[in-house]
Structure formats: structure tokens, C-alpha cells
């Protein structure tokens, strides 16, 4: 939640507008839209969406790694078997500040255009998404100007 503006940001510009990924189909916590309903148990929440979800996106960040509910997020995702965990790390963090998902998996920065073109390119072809490169290139321009 300590990341909730910059997270927002890149769930507005990259998912809704750069995708056309209706957000009734992302589970993102720490958003009204996007998260737990009121009345509902958060970690009950946390981990059906987790057991159901095609990909998973960890945005690591020191604040992540100082959050225990992140932390058992992270583990959660990563003990799941056929699950596509994509670990991107925030501004103002290092590669080495994924700790043991470094070892394991390959990250990404958040800012890097061709990661997340990648991942544009991989969303498209794993739900059969049409790609709309004009519309996803203007979104993501949009967003790493508001990085910068």
C-alpha cells in the first residue's frame, strides 16, 4: 500500500488503457476497484486470487520486502507450480533487492520500455488479446514519463 500511487499509476496506464484489460480481472489489494470487498477476510482474499490467477506480478520495492502480508504474497506465488510469476522491481531498487526470487527468477524494471513491451507481447498472446501497439506504446510512454 506504501506503493499505491505508483502501482495505481502503472495499473491504469499499462493494464486498463495500454491492454483494454478490464479491471474486474486483476487482483490488486492495496486499490478499491481491484481489491478486497469490504466484509471480506483480506488473507482468505490474498490467497484464492492467487490460487486462480494466470499471472502474477510481484513489484518489489523496499517497502514490499519490509511487508510481511508482500513477503507471504511472494512466497505464495512462487511455491504455486504453472504459475507465471513476473517479478518487476520499482525505481530506486536494484536487482539485488529481490533477494532470493534473484536467484530464481529474472526481474525487470518497471521503467525498462522493452521488458514491458515483453510483457505486452506475452499478456496479447497468452489471453488472445489483438495487440494495439499505438495505444499500448502511448500508455507506456504516459507511464514512464510519470517515473521520470
Keep these: ?3 499505491n500511487e505508483l502501482i495505481g499509476t502503472f ?5 486498463l488503457l ?3 484489460i478490464d479491471s474486474e480481472i486483476i487482483a490488486y489489494t492495496s486499490r ?3 481489491g478486497v470487498p469490504a466484509g471480506e477476510s483480506i488473507p482468505q482474499f490474498i490467497q484464492d486470487n492467487i ?3 494466470d499471472i502474477v506480478l510481484l513489484m518489489i520495492s523496499d517497502n514490499y520486502k519490509s511487508s510481511e502480508v508482500c513477503l507471504n504474497e511472494m512466497g505464495a506465488a512462487w511455491a504455486l507450480k504453472d504459475k507465471r510469476v513476473l517479478p518487476f522491481i520499482l ?3 536494484t536487482f539485488n533487492d529481490m533477494g532470493f526470487l534473484n536467484e530464481v527468477k529474472q526481474g525487470a524494471s518497471i521503467a525498462d520500455k522493452c521488458k514491458l ?5 506475452e499478456v496479447c498472446g497468452y489471453y488472445g488479446i489483438s495487440s494495439d501497439w499505438p495505444s499500448f506504446n502511448k500508455a507506456k510512454e504516459d507511464f514512464i514519463e510519470t517515473l521520470n
Excluded: H, L, Q, R
Excluded at 513491451?117 to 507481447?121: G, I, K, L, M, T
Design 51 to 53: 490460487a486462480c490467477a
Design 117 to 121: 513491451d515483453e510483457f505486452y507481447n
Design 1 to 3: 500500500s506504501k506503493d
Design 11 to 15: 495499473v491504469d496506464s499499462i493494464f
Design 91 to 93: 525505481p530506486n531498487t
Design 18 to 20: 495500454g491492454m483494454g
Design 32 to 34: 478499491e476497484d481491484t
